[in-house]
């Protein structure tokens, strides 16, 4: 999965449309150049792949300010399912907590509440797996790999997977909770964070 295609079409839907230099603007207010590594070339790239693949529509061309003119985007039906089949995937997957997972968490306030806590609650046994299967491994010297120096690796796997299984922890305290405004919750007063306009 790509966290970049993930914020392109998570960042379009919570304008309604967008154009490139809209989208970059608002990841570079999160510092997604740095926690996704999102460049503004993969911007625009995926921009064009997504519209190639049916998933954005075109749907205005702005004058730019000094430059050339900017086209506009809206998530298309498949677009739409796209975006939750991605941010099931990061919140659920426990592999790769990089950037699909910080992707995944700047979205995760678009859905129902419920929904939320179930896939970080099967992200949690996934990742209670990895953590026990990281433990076992680095504390058996017999199938540990020689030299005996590389058993400092699965240490850190094993702390790794020990901070990830905490933090999913508290991220669903937090939700059983009721912290962050989730899509559930939205009325006349307030909305979710990254939902469409109303």
């Known amino acids: 999965m790509s966290a970049t295609r993930l914020l392109v079409l998570g960042v379009v839907r919570m304008h309604g ?7 970059r603007r608002e990841l570079l207010t999160w510092s997604a150049d740095k926690w996704a590594n999102v460049k503004p070339g993969s911007i625009y790239h995926a921009l064009k792949k997504l519209a190639k693949e049916g998933l954005l529509a075109e749907v205005a061309v702005e ?7 900017r086209l ?7 677009g739409e399912t796209e975006f939750q089949v991605l941010l099931t995937r990061a919140l659920s ?9 910080g992707a ?3 979205f ?3 859905l129902p509440r419920q929904r939320a806590i179930d896939l970080l609650r099967h992200h949690l046994v996934r990742a209670e797996a990895e953590l026990h299967s990281a433990t076992l491994i680095g504390g058996r010297p017999d199938i540990s790999p020689k030299p005996p120096h590389v058993r400092e690796l699965y240490e850190l796997w094993r702390l790794h997977a020990e901070t990830g299984v905490r933090w999913t922890r508290g991220v669903i305290e937090h939700l059983e909770a009721g912290d962050y405004v989730m899509a559930d919750d939205a009325d006349d007063t307030v909305s979710a964070f990254g939902t469409p306009p109303q």
Request: aromatic fraction near 6%.
């Open 108 to 110: 995760l306030t678009t």
């Open 72 to 78: 506009a985007y809206r998530l298309t039906d498949d």
């Open 93 to 101: 997957d426990p592999q790769d907590p990089g950037p699909e997972l």
């Open 104 to 106: 995944g968490m700047t």
């Open 63 to 69: 004058p730019g300010d000094a430059g050339p003119d």
């Open 17 to 23: 449309s967008a154009h490139g230099y809209q989208v």
